[in-house]
């Protein structure tokens, strides 16, 4: 579903700006309470895939197409002029991979139950 989030933000009529985005990539810290609590419920319905593999398929498909559009919209926002782009891109890029670290080791902490 990720790549399919990807080639979704490649259509020009699935592209969105600005605030748009933002909002969006805002919006994705939902994810993170509703994947605690399925983790953590002990109810029958919590141990049934039909909550597990839409949630994780709305989690990757909005995974995608936000990162997708954040790194193509990035350098070419207004206010960066073109030797400046590419700086913004490896900027970019270092936060991509910046956040992935800083997840992946927030996720151990709730393995840990903390």
């Known amino acids: 579903m990720d790549i399919a989030g990807r080639s979704f933000a490649e259509r020009e009529s699935f592209k969105v ?12 810290v939902i994810f993170v309470p509703l994947f605690m609590i399925v983790q953590r419920a002990e109810g029958a319905w919590a141990r049934t895939l039909w909550i597990k593999v839409p949630l994780m398929s709305a989690f990757s498909f909005s995974n ?26 490896t900027l970019l890029s ?7 670290l800083w997840g992946s080791l927030l996720a151990l902490l709730t393995q ?3």
């Open 17 to 28: 700006h600005g605030r748009t985005v933002v909002a969006m990539s805002l919006s994705r």
């Open 64 to 89: 995608g197409y936000v990162s997708t559009l954040c790194m193509m919209l990035g350098p070419v926002q207004q206010g960066v002029n073109g030797p400046e782009r590419e700086f913004v891109g």
């Open 94 to 100: 270092f936060g991509l991979v910046h956040g992935i």
């Open 112 to 114: 840990l139950g903390m």
